[in-house]
């Protein structure tokens, strides 16, 4: 009882000290999804790195994920208190700049390097990934490479996938067999469906399903195996490269327009894209940085094959369909 | 016939004011949350609908649900009657195990199903080792999901039928033994007749369970042709942003459920009983002997073996950098704190709908008061998520700040049905057995809770506290929009340490988890028993 009552008393402290502090030193409240922000992702790194030159406090506030940051943004629309928000990524940043809500945020990016030029005004990108499925290379040493090689498989051959509803991985796949088929894509879903084990709410219960052997892939980052390479020193595990090629997922953030310190917030998207705050990003995230880190990036990293062929999909295409294609998607597994 | 004629029962109108406060108080929080969705939903514009099939969605849900509720009776019934007649050693521990299943959380039962169920699972090495072929059974589909929800609510059932098998008075059973009944006869004659008052009440009960099951009708459906509504809700909120659909969605699930709960609490209350079952000495031979004790270990299999993966594979090197990290005892701090909270305020709440409607016999205010405390079960909990959320800031409050308040009053409501179904038939039976005696010597209200009503809830008291807490500390719940990074709980941890790869952590986070639970469940009953044992 004795460190209940002293843990009610460490709440209520904390949570009086927070206005007070605000007062002194200005706060930078940033929205971002769960992960960024827990111990292990690059949260703590990228506050502690950017407050030892700003003289402010920056404040994570956290939704489950980049959907949900989203929608807390569009649900607090202009008396939000946050000034920025980091982990978007490409498949909504449409729908967010549709709600308006985000500002312009004026910085040069010629430095970075991704898998296409970056010419956006008003979300600065911060890590990318490509989506592909992740396997075992001891069970599966010969994995399909492209989704009629899938197809081909016997019925036994499973995957997991996420809900394009609920899950950002999810929609990106949706996105990747639009962009691969297009027309043809309501085919490639009809086909996977018997391969499908079950298509999970968010990618965490997918991964964790096909860690426990229950399917042979599952749909993930390229990147992913770098975690286990470097984290728990197994290179076992593989992302399968398909030849229609790979959708790139790359995750951004933006200024909120409502916020009053506009100039603050710029300063930590300066941060997020330069050198120092993008050597964090490899080994929390997991997801590639966005600028040539040359030797710093990690030797696991290095070693990923990049896919030859990138796909992309146009903003307002993705914006205007998305649901529909995502309908589409699961009413063929159904 | 008004309350003030009858003389059966003493007036206490500020017991019927109390319980009528906290019906309509709840009643008042799910319409605001609804309220403050659609003043939402009014600002956003109208985005595009993603076309969501009602008819097929509710014919879906309500075969899963009707399946489970059969399926769970069954299981229930067959249980029930191997426990009352078996005597072993361990007995009370069994009977504990299959308590605590309504309290595990779901995605600890879905993943240990899949370690024993699943593809590389126990079962299929088993069979490898045995035939050199693996198990073709798929644990994924209608299937798993059934197979998931009858060994939680199948349980359930059992814990509840036995103590109705256990209450047969003990003359009732000498008559039987001295007739020389064979186990049918037995079981027609003198079981059936126990147990079938109840079966309707509980039957309502787990189609409710099963017709707003979440993470495992997600986890082990197999894709998009089985869902709840309840999953196409969250669809609605969170891919679409179509809080109006949500609404809609919401409202038809509670229509549902409300004619349920309706028609239920119309029939005798359920009463949960958990706490330790008696027992008797007359037990069956032969066929049927052997019969319940191949239901026993059959049961005991399907449900002991998917918690037992749950220890093992979290009781690993994990469990020790776990256990080392900061961030799990924070975790285990506030989990507990927020679990002993909501536990306190349930059994408040609970108590108050008991008193009140023991305190009069008018069955529409007796509906009444009961009706809204099932609120939780038929509310989505995404929507109360996002209407708590937008409740909060409309009042101008931080909703990291609020945070804490919202699980517990969530946490409290989603074990108040249990809670409410667990103290209100003593209540009731307290007012029909001594109600005209209180009356009588004029004894007041206080002194009638204290001296005449407590000493004989306590125990259930204490069953109330355990459920409670044990909801509450397996609970996801409501706050997913509410994060701050200060403000963790386990199931939280546990959460993140998936997203974050670190799938060891996870498995060690549920397995203590599952410890914790099962350990406050067997306590916590014991210490208000003991409570009420050193009154006078």
Redesign the interface.
Known sequence: MV??SR??LA?GL??AALPAAAEEVPMLRVFTY??F?????P?PALKAGFEEDCDCIV??????DA??TL??V????E?T?ADLVVGLDTAIAGEARATGLFAPHGLELDHLDLPYPWTDPLFVPFDYGYFAYVYNTEELPDPPASFEELIALPDDF?IVIQ????STPG?GHVLWIEAAYGDRSSEIWEGL?PH??????????A???F?????DMVLSYTT?PA??AI?EDDDRYAAASFEEGHVAQIEVAGILASSDKQALARDFLAYLTSVEAQKIIPTTN?MYPVIDLEDELPAAFAELPKPETVLSIDEEAITANS??W??AA??A?? | MPPSANLNLPSRPLRLLGGAGIAIGIAAVVALVFWSIIV?AA??PVS?R??VDIPHLLRMTSIQAGLTTILSIAVGIALAWALNRLRFPGRSLVVGLFAAAIVTPGLVVA?GL??VW???GWASQLAILLTGEPLGVSI?GLGGILAAHVILDGALAARILLARLDAIPAARLKTGQSLELSPWQRFRIIDWPAISGTIPGLAALIFLLAFTSF?IV????????NQTLEVAI??A?????DLYGAVLLALVQVTVCAAIVLAASALTPVPPSLGPSQGQKWGDRGAAHLLQWSVLLLALAAFALPLLSVLINGFGEALWSVVA?Q?FWQAT??S??LA?LSAALALVLALGVAQARAATARPLLRTGIGAPSYAYLAVPSVVLA?GF??LV?SFGI?P??AA?FVVVLANALLALPFAVATLAPPFDAISHSRGRLIRSLGISGRRQFLSVEWPLVAPEAGVVVALSFCFSLGDLGVI??F????FTTLPLLM??S??????ND?AAIAALMLVLTLLAFVLLPRLFSRFADARP
């Open positions: 460190n209940l843990l009610a709440v904390v949570a769960d992960s922000a827990t111990e292990w992702g949260g404040e994570f506030t956290t939704a489950d959907i949900s929608r807390r569009q649900l607090e629309g008396t208190e499973k809900d394009p509803r609920s929609l469906a499908v084990l079950t298509v999970t709410r968010g990618w965490s219960e991964y964790n399903l860690l426990s052997g229950e399917a992913s975690y286990h984290a997991w649901r529909d995502a309908a699961l009413a597994l159904r | 939402a600002d956003e595009a993603s076309p993943f899949l370690s699943g593809r590389a994924f993470p997600l986890l082990l459906g197999g894709g998009p042709a969250y669809a909120v969170r891919l679409d942003f990290r961030s701090g506030t507990l704190l002993t996002l959320f937008l800031r931080n990291a700040h804490p997913s929009l994060g701050t990074q200060d959460v993140r998936l997203g974050s790869y670190r799938t996870a």
